[in-house]
């Protein structure tokens, strides 16, 4: 075996590891996971089956790409951007629901301010 190929299969089996205990603790959802599983799979047979990276390099040039590297930093940033704007949309829901609930305890503290001073001189 290569250096690579045995840095890659260890890696890989960390990552597929630790994205198990994750989803143990329910700390990523099922779409998540399988992305995840799917990818550290992937990169676990690249570094023990041979044969599955020469599958990738057909498959990425039957794609109209040179070389696998190609494929990779291509999916990598497609990734990336959907990444991207999912987290721009979850932050925007967030800070939707976080304006409301500011909103919510300010219209409570107001409520309670002008209610309690009239209570107060009208028991004095």
Do not use: C
């Not at 597929?16 to 099922?30: A, P, Q, S």
């Not at 992305?35 to 044969?51: D, K, N, R, S």
């Not at 291509?74 to 925007?92: E, Q």
């Amino acid at each position: 075996m290569e250096p690579y190929e045995i840095v890659a299969t260890t890696f890989g089996a960390v990552m597929l590891l630790l994205t198990i205990r994750e989803l143990i603790r329910r700390k990523k959802g099922l779409l998540q996971y399988s992305f995840w599983i799917a990818l550290w799979i992937a990169l676990i047979l690249m570094g023990t089956v041979p044969q599955f990276y020469y599958t990738l390099l057909f498959v990425t040039q039957a794609l109209g790409m040179y070389t696998p590297i190609h494929f990779v930093t291509t999916f990598s940033v497609l990734v990336l951007f959907g990444a991207a704007y999912y987290l721009g949309k979850r932050i925007a829901e967030l800070d939707d629901k976080l304006s409301a609930v500011v909103q919510h305890i300010a219209l409570q503290t107001a409520n309670t301010r002008t209610v309690g001073p009239k209570k107060e001189r009208e028991g004095a």
